[in-house]
Each structure stands twice: as structure tokens, then as C-alpha cells.
T-cell receptor, first 109, second 114 residues
Framework: GQNIDQPTEMTATEGAIVQINCTYQ??????LFWYQQHAGEAPTFLSY????GLEEKGRFSSFLSRSKGYSYLLLKELQMKDSASYLC??????????FGAGTTVTVRA | IAGITQAPTSQILAAGRRMTLRCTQD?????MYWYRQDLGLGLRLIHY???????GKGEVPDGYSVSRANTDDFPLTLASAVPSQTSVYFC?????????????FGAGSRLTVL
């Protein structure tokens, strides 16, 4: 089975930085994804990591360590519109994507 | 506008009734997926299809069936709905069923079984 853990909730101030951690234990590994989901909406793709290291995309960065089964999503210069759930997901040996329960980030003024 | 269309948006259903959730994509994606999303549990894969004519079971397939007669359509059927199937259902698609498969999601179908 798949085990993907991430914190349930995080709160941060507008303009600050927040780091969302994700640990995983899965049957094989073919990549790790981060999706963003605003309340009442569909998830949308943020980032993909398959090799160790940091991938930067504007205000968002994602890090992966395959040996530690660990990833984080870094959100910089937080804006109110960043208030959402952030979903960590891992592709297994059969290429099926399994999701963590999600981390709800609340940005306060 | 290219994307995924799900119907209905919302439905209240009596237990024991049959229900089909519709999903259509116009991106010519080969792979399609059905997930359910429940509070505290995240998205869980119900069924998937690598390509037209093939389907596979996900993490929580019991009580659900799918078909993939063509590339565009991937309906999900609940043969006899039960209250535990109350959930938000998301259809998704990707270019291919592979490690780097970025999923595009539909807007979701909220189903309540009483």
C-alpha cells in the first residue's frame, strides 16, 4: 500500500515563506507531484520531481530526496490567493498516482 | 475550451439506486482516471484506463464500474448506491499512463447518497 504523510494545516502571514513537508513510503517510485486545490475547485498541477534536488518555478519551489522518501513545497512571498490545500502525490511502479490527505494553508493579512 | 467536463455537478440519490457519473475530455488524452475525495482522506483512485478499450482497478474499486468505449468518454457507474459512497468525485486525464503523467482534473461531481 501507499503511505503519504503531510501536515493537516499551516497558517502564515502575507509576504512570508511557508514550507510544506511530505514523507512517503510507496511500492516503487516514478515521480512526486504537488497539486494546488482551492476550496470547492479541482486540483491543479504545481510541480513534478523525479530526480533529487530543488525545482524552482517562480514563487514556488519543490525539493525531493528519494533516499529519505521526503519532499517539500516552498511557497515564497505569500499572497492571499495562495490560501488553498496543497496535495503531495507519488507515482508508483504501476504509474498510478496516490495522494496524501493534503495540507490546508491559510494566509493571513 | 479544451478540458474535462463532468456531469452532473451535484446529485442527491436514494440508497439502492443506480447512478452514472459522466466524464468527457476533448484533449485526446490516452489515460483517464476516477478519484473520490473525502475529508481527511484525500483523493483515492477508484478506476483508471490506460487507453480506449482497457480499464484497471485503483485503491477503492468496490461498488463501482467503468467503461472506456472511446478515447473521450469515461463514465463511472454505481450499480446500487450506498451512503458510504457520498463523496466528491473527480475525473482526470493525462496524455499517457506514465511516471510523468500530469493529471488534468474535471470540476468534480458532488454525490450525496441518503
Amino acid at each position: 500500500g501507499q503511505n503519504i504523510d503531510q501536515p493537516t494545516e499551516m497558517t502564515a502571514t502575507e509576504g512570508a515563506i511557508v514550507q510544506i513537508n511530505c514523507t512517503y513510503q510507496t511500492s516503487g517510485f516514478n515521480g512526486l507531484f504537488w497539486y494546488q486545490q482551492h476550496a470547492g475547485e479541482a486540483p491543479t498541477f504545481l510541480s513534478y520531481n523525479v530526480l533529487d534536488g530543488l525545482e524552482e518555478k517562480g514563487r514556488f519551489s519543490s525539493f525531493l530526496s528519494r533516499s529519505k522518501g521526503y519532499s517539500y513545497l516552498l511557497l515564497k512571498e505569500l499572497q492571499m490567493k495562495d490560501s488553498a490545500s496543497y496535495l503531495c502525490a507519488v507515482t508508483d511502479n504501476d504509474y498510478k498516482l496516490s495522494f496524501g490527505a493534503g495540507t490546508t494553508v491559510t494566509v493571513r493579512a | 475550451i479544451a478540458g474535462i467536463t463532468q456531469a452532473p455537478t451535484s446529485q442527491i440519490l436514494a440508497a439502492g439506486r443506480r447512478m452514472t457519473l459522466r466524464c468527457t475530455q476533448d484533449m485526446r488524452h490516452n489515460a483517464m482516471y476516477w478519484y473520490r475525495q473525502d475529508l481527511g482522506l484525500g483523493l483515492r483512485l477508484i478506476h483508471y484506463s490506460n487507453t480506449a478499450g482497457t480499464t484497471g482497478k485503483g485503491e477503492v474499486p468496490d461498488g463501482y464500474s467503468v467503461s472506456r468505449a472511446n478515447t473521450d468518454d469515461f463514465p463511472l457507474t454505481l450499480a446500487s448506491a450506498v451512503p458510504s459512497q457520498t463523496s466528491v468525485y473527480f475525473c482526470a486525464s493525462s496524455v499517457a499512463h506514465s511516471g510523468a503523467n500530469v493529471l488534468t482534473f474535471g470540476a468534480g461531481s458532488r454525490l450525496t447518497v441518503l
